[in-house]
């Protein structure tokens, strides 16, 4: 009778985590309709999937060469590798279940202008200096490092992922657990070397 109980109450919780995970696996589904629609709104030039982190780019930057009596626009074809240098301005944001970010309110930028924007008491100017970071070394979280994998200098665009490539189920300094992140990046430059 004693292991028929045991039995029981294993069956009882094995049923509580399968449920549990589901209704996390339902949440983060609903993230990525989120960021979906994050997309359409914001007509990229191109959309880069890239396990989990989707980097929509707005702006690319353009290099005039000349051919034969013609100019032409080339896009720059070196692309940051996994272990790669960059260097880029960047505004972070909690993305809305509608697929929206509220521009006034991000929760980290390292540019002063976005930050004057937003209406923050800028007291520490060091701060707001160009982050340049080694890919494979930095500390970033997935959702960011995997998005910025492939980034061209001159690049504008924004990284979204959803909370399980983010902070996950802890929250982090004014960001709530589980968030929706969405980056804004400015590319400076790159480097494979």
């Not at 996390?24 to 989120?34: G, H, L, R, S, V």
């Not at 720059?76 to 006034?104: E, H």
């Not at 979280?141 to 910025?148: N, Q, T």
């Not at 983010?166 to 929706?180: N, Q, R, V």
Request: glycine share 8%; with cysteine; proline share 2%.
């Amino acid at each position: 009778m004693n292991k028929l109980r045991h039995i029981s109450v294993l069956l009882i919780l094995l049923s509580a985590c399968s449920c549990m995970k589901q209704q996390t696996e339902n949440y983060y589904a609903k993230q990525e309709d989120a960021i979906e629609k994050f997309v359409q709104r914001n007509s990229p030039i191109r959309t880069v999937y890239n396990d989990g982190s989707v980097r929509i780019v707005v702006k690319e930057q353009y290099d005039t060469v000349f051919v034969q009596d013609t100019f032409y626009l080339a896009n720059s074809k070196d692309s940051l590798a996994a272990d790669g240098i960059v260097s880029f301005y960047y505004g972070g944001y909690t993305l809305s279940s509608g697929g929206s970010i509220n521009v006034r309110s991000p929760f980290a930028t390292n540019s002063r202008q976005l930050a004057e924007s937003a209406g923050w008491e800028l007291s520490d100017s060091t701060v707001f200096t160009i982050e340049t970071l080694k890919l494979d070394e930095s500390n970033l979280i997935d959702g960011l490092k995997k998005g910025l994998q492939g980034v061209r200098s001159g690049e504008e665009c924004y990284i979204a992922f959803t909370g399980k490539y983010g902070f996950g189920s802890k929250p982090s300094g004014t960001i709530p657990a589980k968030s929706t992140l969405v980056y804004h990046i400015w590319v400076d430059s790159i480097s494979n070397e």
